[in-house]
Every structure is written in structure tokens, then in C-alpha cells.
């Protein structure tokens, strides 16, 4: 693997494990066995490394929710969209966890993830009226908006929201993924409602899927893993 390749791999780890202001390029470098000057050779400084991570967590999101272009959507079709989800919420969990910061931090992070988000909830728009063109869904416009906004706030802000709660237990900042994968169970209550009875019928299924051994009580997220 190539030194660049290591270097990204590495601080993703350590972002995401120790949290990306906890971690400097020195911490970086000692960690690959480099020196500071071989990890500057590659990049400037964190920011262009965050920024790298980035735009490989952005294209990832933006390549996967594509719409089928031969057939309708299918609920196997929705079901694949809510894993890609969880799965780079959870593989690029630091930006998450740390937006605010990081985009506060960076001018050109802060453009780059207005257009990322953009874009994003626009696929989602169409993902969600493919839903209806489907007959998965039954939504007028306006009710697609509300609930496009609705799957955003939780999808940007579900790993601050279990940080918050990390810190409040004196818990160390990494983050369950059973945590996170409720945050996809909470989009699917959401969704739920407008949900045709074909859909309906495969629901129960996937909300056990992704619920897991815990209940529905909002507060088995501040007991973590004890079951009720």
C-alpha cells in the first residue's frame, strides 16, 4: 500500500476511534512509523487530510443512491439504501460526530459539504418519490419535503446525539454500532406511516432487523447495552 494510502487509512482510525481534534499529524505519523516530514511530503496539513476523507466518503454516497433506470424501485431496493447509509455513517463516523467543528474549522470543507448535502438530499427526494412511483409509499409533495428534511436532521446528527450521550455517561467517545443502527430504525418509523400495505407487510422484519435485542424505549440508549 502506498504511503498516502496508509496515511489516510491510519487517521481514519484514529479520527474516528479517538476523535479527530484528540489527533495530530504527529500522533499520525508516530503511529505509521514515518516522520512528520514524510506525512508532510503527502499533505499539507489534517485539514487536507480530513478534506481527502471527505470527498472518498462523499463519492461513496453519491455513486451508491442511484435510482434503478430499467425497473421500478423495489423494497429490496430500499432496504440496500438504508445499509449504505449505516454502514458510512459508521465507517466516517468523525465527520458526523464532529461536523460543526470541522466545518467551522475549513472554508473549503464548509462549500464542498453545502453542495455534498445539496446533492444528497435531492437523491434522497427522488429515492423517496421512487418509493411512491412504486407504490411503497403514498406521499403528496409536500409531505416527501418534511419527510426528506426530517431523514436528514437524523442522519447528520445521530452520532452527535450518541456522543452527547457518551459524554454525559463518562463513556469513551467511540460509538456502539448498535447505536447507529437504530439511527436507521428511527428513519424507518418515520417512513412507516406512509408506508403502503405491501410495505407493510415486510416492515415488522426489518424493524426487528435493525432493532435488535433492544426495546423501543428511548431510554435503552442511555443504558446502552443492557437489555431491557
Known amino acids: 500500500m502506498k504511503t498516502r494510502d496508509r496515511i489516510l487509512q491510519t487517521s481514519l482510525l484514529m479520527f474516528n476511534e479517538q476523535g479527530e481534534r484528540n489527533v495530530s499529524t504527529n500522533h499520525i505519523a508516530a503511529a505509521l512509523g514515518i516522520s512528520p516530514g514524510n506525512l508532510y511530503y503527502h499533505f499539507s496539513n489534517k485539514a487536507e487530510i480530513i478534506f481527502d476523507l471527505f470527498s472518498t466518503y462523499r463519492d461513496i454516497v453519491g455513486n451508491s443512491m442511484v435510482l434503478p433506470v430499467d425497473r421500478p424501485l423495489t423494497f429490496d431496493d430500499k432496504v440496500h439504501y438504508f445499509e449504505i447509509i449505516f454502514q458510512n455513517m459508521w465507517n466516517y463516523r468523525f465527520l458526523h460526530r464532529d461536523l460543526e ?27 423517496v418519490k421512487g418509493m411512491v412511483d412504486s407504490g411503497l409509499v403514498i406521499a403528496s409533495d409536500d409531505e416527501i419535503d418534511a419527510l426528506m428534511l426530517n431523514l436528514w436532521v437524523i442522519l447528520t446528527s445521530w452520532a452527535s446525539f450518541l456522543q452527547s450521550i457518551e459524554v454525559q455517561k463518562e463513556l469513551p467517545s467511540d460509538m456502539d ?40 424505549d428511548p431510554l435503552s440508549l442511555f443504558r446502552g447495552r443492557e437489555k431491557s
Request: with cysteine; aromatic share 12%.
Open 177 to 216: 454500532p448498535w447505536a447507529l443502527k437504530r439511527g436507521i430504525y428511527q428513519i424507518i418509523c418515520l417512513i412507516e406511516p406512509y408506508a403502503t400495505d405491501i410495505a407493510r407487510e415486510e416492515l415488522p422484519a426489518l424493524k426487528a432487523a435493525y432493532l435488535g435485542d433492544f426495546d423501543t
Open 101 to 127: 467543528h470541522l466545518l467551522k474549522e475549513s472554508e473549503t470543507l464548509r462549500k464542498e459539504y453545502f453542495v455534498f448535502s445539496s446533492t444528497t438530499v435531492a437523491l434522497g427526494k427522488a429515492i
